[in-house]
């Protein structure tokens, strides 16, 4: 009977768990070592699906509590929703995520959940169980908890040391739009423990040079998530709130989560009208390009044009509307630039730079070091050939592209059909 409840909550609790998105994470460069024969190893970090490998992983995705004392109108959880409430005990917790652990169905553990009474009661049980995984159960697997806004910073801290990862969820891009859908809720509130942890995660890594005994304190950082889409925020606003995240809070990823019609209330966009799935991947992309390709957030939008283009990746866009960057020669180009041509990547840039120094690279080089050459021998240029026809314009190249990338799908298409023929 007693096992049969659980089941019950675990259903409840999972499903409401799957509206956050910001569980992803690779592992912080103080790694948590198994020690002393203990269950479970952070190794390369856990992600909701797959590493950084490629390794796809599982972990434990729950809510303590859909129980919420705020009436936030894009969150499933809130008071004011008439769905079925459930809330887990600590050690129930802690069993399940052991138990599962032992049958191999998981690696880790991702916790979050509603407020129950205030702030600091909901922050002391998350912090309680991640402290009996680690010091009763000699847990050393991933745990990523969510630091509850409002909960004091002692708190805060001890959630620092059981966990590899902790997140605060700014919810929505700006302090109006939160003020709109969740006015019980203070922008400053989610920004104060940004500040604080990022504070702390410097300080323990400085003493820890210093002092190899000093414990790991959150060694996978910090993250975020903004709901996208359930106000009318353009990309420009989104990703420059992302940019303060990343340069002011040391922010390891900002997670952004396209708005699910999941009740109907006057302040939120129809029941029926789920953000496309394609906005969220060309946030995605633009954030990766200002993360790891060197772009500034208003090289990809601006006032001019505030919005991603739905059509092409960021970068293209970009290529496209600086034309006269190209063509590059990919023999004597730096770094810096080769990563700004469209269809190279982090990895095939530094390949490239690494390659030229024995021969002069030409097209088939460059196809065999894994490039999309489809996609980027509109913007090379080599000693000879010449490849880049300069009588062609943005929008030409635009629809080339186009052209190539929907042939390529409608062969891969034809292809899975003819399996089952």
């Not at 995605?284 to 991603?308: C, H, K, M, S, T």
Request: hydrophobic content about 35%; charged content about 25%; proline content about 4%.
């Amino acid at each position: 009977m007693v096992h049969e409840r659980v089941m019950e909550k675990l259903a409840i609790l999972a499903d409401a768990a799957k509206y956050d998105v910001s569980c992803s994470s690779s592992a912080g460069q103080n790694k948590r070592k198994n020690k002393d024969k203990g269950l479970g190893d952070t190794g390369n970090g856990i992600c909701h699906a797959y590493t950084e490998d490629g390794r796809c992983v599982s972990l434990l995705k729950i809510l303590l509590t859909n129980h919420c004392i705020f009436d936030c109108a894009y969150c499933i959880s809130r008071k004011s929703n008439d769905i079925k409430r459930a809330a887990f005990t600590v050690q129930e917790v802690v069993d399940l995520t052991i138990g599962f652990y032992r049958r191999n169905y998981i690696e880790g553990l991702f916790l979050s959940s509603g407020i129950f009474d205030n702030p600091d009661y909901t922050m002391e049980r998350l912090v309680r169980i991640a402290k009996k995984l680690r010091l009763e159960e000699n847990f050393n697997g991933y745990i990523h908890l969510k630091a509850i806004p409002g909960a004091s910073d002692e708190l805060i801290k001890q959630a620092g040391l059981y966990a590899d990862r902790l997140s605060v969820n700014v919810e929505m891009p700006t302090e109006k739009s939160l003020k709109l859908l969740a006015p019980e809720k203070n922008h400053i509130d989610v920004i104060k423990p940004m500040e604080y942890l990022k504070n702390e995660i410097v300080g323990y890594k400085e003493e820890k040079k210093s002092n190899n005994k000093t414990p790991l304190f959150a060694p996978a950082g910090q993250s975020t998530q903004m709901v996208i889409g359930a106000t009318q925020e353009n990309d420009l606003e989104i990703l420059g709130m992302a940019n303060y995240f990343y340069e002011q809070m040391n922010m390891r990823r900002v997670y952004y989560s396209g708005y699910v019609p999941i009740s109907y209330d006057n302040r939120l966009p129809a029941i029926g009208t789920p953000v496309p799935m394609i906005r969220e991947n060309r946030l995605y992309q633009a954030d990766w390009l200002i993360r790891f390709y060197g772009f500034n957030v208003n090289e990809i939008v601006g006032f001019d044009q505030p919005n991603l283009d739905l059509d092409i990746d960021p970068k293209l866009g970009w290529a496209l509307r600086n034309l006269n960057q190209f063509p590059v020669d990919i023999n004597t180009a730096d770094l810096e630039l080769i990563l700004r041509i469209p269809g190279i990547g982090v990895t095939s840039a530094k390949k490239i730079v690494s390659a030229r120094k024995f021969k002069r690279l030409q097209p088939e080089d460059l196809k065999k070091l894994g490039i999309a050459y489809n996609r980027s021998k509109f913007f090379l240029a080599f000693s000879s050939p010449f490849y880049l026809q300069k009588d062609l314009t943005s929008m030409q190249i635009k629809e080339q592209i186009l052209n190539i990338q929907n042939s390529k799908y409608q062969n891969n298409f034809s292809n899975q059909l003819s399996l089952f023929q």
